[in-house]
């Protein structure tokens, strides 16, 4: 009898760790961490000099709030800045956040890829508005920075065609324009 039962307790305790195991649904969430902390970073050094240059993100989230604090290079490396205003997409896909640099405010944005080791930081890199800069996810923290990659050539701006204005027409103005609002008297006596 006592086989029978043990055996019974076996079976049930079996079928009730199957029943708790997580299920595995397809590809894991694209984006960041629901909870816990992580750092993405592109510092490196200049050869030359032996600065540090890049920037480095530490996001931190926690079931109240999340955080952010952003350093930069400008010679030696920042003091660490904390965000304002963290704002992390429901799947975890994207992020914007505010910070205070120099007495100026700046929002800065991004997006997450690669299931999340890789935050791509919108615009701005090397002096360019249209090229994102990509942050790695650090997981090796004792490991030295690489040297610095240079700068990807500019792009030059394309020149919109100049055509001639016609003889005796005046030019355009280079805005839109807007018709004038009208005055609250105007309105009042044409509505009476």
């Known amino acids: 009898m006592k086989t029978i039962h043990r055996l019974v307790a076996i079976v049930l305790m079996a079928s009730c760790v199957a029943i708790a195991a997580p299920k595995m649904t397809g590809k894991p969430a694209p984006g960041l961490f629901r909870y816990g902390m992580a750092v993405y970073?592109?510092?490196?050094?200049?050869?030359?000099?032996?600065?540090?240059?890049?920037?480095?993100?530490?996001?931190?989230?926690?079931?109240?709030?999340?955080?952010?604090?952003y350093e930069y290079t400008a010679g030696g490396l920042s003091w660490p800045i904390i965000a304002d205003d963290v704002q992390v997409g429901p799947q975890g896909d994207k992020m914007i956040f505010t910070l205070q640099v120099e007495g100026e405010e700046k929002t800065l944005s991004g997006t997450f890829a690669d299931n999340g080791d890789t935050f791509v930081l919108d615009g701005g890199h090397c002096g360019q508005p249209d090229t994102p800069a990509r942050l790695k996810k650090v997981t090796d923290f004792g490991r030295n920075p690489p040297p610095c990659k240079p700068c990807p050539a500019k792009k030059a701006a394309p020149q919109p065609p100049q055509t001639p204005e016609p003889a005796g027409k005046p030019a355009a103005p280079g805005a839109p324009h807007e018709p004038p609002a009208r005055p609250a008297a105007a309105r009042e006596t044409q509505s009476a």
């Open 41 to 69: 970073s592109d510092l490196c050094i200049h050869k030359e000099s032996g600065e540090f240059g890049g920037q480095r993100l530490t996001v931190q989230r926690f079931a109240e709030v999340d955080t952010v604090i």
